[in-house]
């Protein structure tokens, strides 16, 4: 029989967890370096590169490294999650590099920002927020890098993104799940000591502006 105390003082303590490391992650998020000023690709921002009638996309020698300086990882774990990513949805047009933070007691939120990077040169600055539930109970703030796939507008990205049943793997130290939504598919992953696949899955909602506030109700 459900202990109603029990659940009552369990949702409390993790409400406050969440609420505590909303704030550590908005108080560094605020202390953090100024945005980039330009496409990591190495041409001016807004330079397209694709042929009349083709999407670029980035090849697996381009990510490896920039998969590699975000997430503090060896180049070759980064190509061994390249390979199944590739294997299994093919070339990103773009991807996101941004942070996170979040809490939980089983259940929780997190809340992130970061930049959009298109092939093309184009760039959005995004941030989303989502529920997590694992099992066990803390506050973090990470890294993280999303492949982005078929995606021809970057305004197009702000919308609810469930992740996909099933779809959550670890693969060189670093977790992946799938979220899609209107054909856009996206790809997470995040590295780490204590990384955990239930903490990534349900779903993200992509926002244009920064959540006011602690917004502990991450819908």
Known sequence: ????????KKSN???????????SFLALAGCSSTPEASNP????????????????????????????????????SAASTLARLFKKQGRPVGYITGEEGGGALIFGAKYGEGTLWMKDGRSQKVYWKGPTVGFDAGAEVSRVFTLVYDLDNPD????????????????????????????????????????????????????????????????
């Open 1 to 8: 029989m459900l202990n109603f105390k029990k659940y009552t």
């Open 13 to 23: 303590l993790s409400v406050f967890v969440t609420a505590f490391a909303c704030a």
């Open 41 to 76: 690709n190495g041409y001016p921002q807004g330079q397209a590169t694709a042929t009349k009638g083709q999407t670029a996309s980035y090849n697996d020698s381009e990510l490896v490294s920039a998969i590699s300086d975000h997430l503090g990882v060896t180049a070759e």
């Open 156 to 219: 197009d990205i702000f919308r609810r993104f469930p992740g996909i049943d099933g779809s959550a793997f670890l693969v060189a130290g670093m977790a992946v799940h799938y979220e899609r939504a209107n054909g856009i598919t996206l790809a997470p992953v995040r590295a780490g000591a204590g990384v955990r696949l239930g903490a990534n899955i349900g779903y993200n909602s992509y926002v244009r502006k920064k959540p006011k506030g602690f917004g502990l109700i991450p819908i």
